[in-house]
Nanobody, 121 residues
């Protein structure tokens, strides 16, 4: 019912920037929160940043001041602007959204396929 498609990952030097995008498609739903998670090899998946439907943002301590999460509610697109990237930011980044179905009003968390971000030193 809901598909999240990510783009924007790649290889960047330390100190550089990347902008990740995530587009939600489908029908029969509305989106509450949208989030970015990341998972490095051998590590647990962690929340990087989140944004509510009203635009309230939250960041992990490791991301605050360097990353900016935003969303375009008109087309259900999520963005993560990553500046001053560090090698420790290297991970697979996942778009995730809390989706509310129009029928039944149940909520579910959906995940994108992930996009690799590699920061070289």
């Amino acid at each position: 019912q809901v598909q999240l498609v990510e783009s924007g990952g790649g290889l960047v030097q330390a100190g550089g920037s990347l902008r990740l995008s995530c587009a939600a498609s489908g029908s029969g739903f509305s989106i509450d929160a949208m989030d970015w998670y990341r998972q490095a090899p051998g590590k647990q998946r962690e929340l990087v940043a989140s944004i509510t439907s009203s635009g309230t943002t939250n960041y992990a301590d490791s991301a605050r001041g360097r990353f900016t999460i935003s969303r375009d509610n008109a087309d259900n697109t999520l963005y993560l602007q990553m500046n001053s990237l560090k090698p420790e930011d290297t991970a697979v980044y996942y778009c995730s959204s809390v989706v509310r179905l129009n029928v039944g009003r149940s909520t579910y968390r959906y995940w994108g396929q992930g996009t690799q971000v590699t920061v070289s030193s």
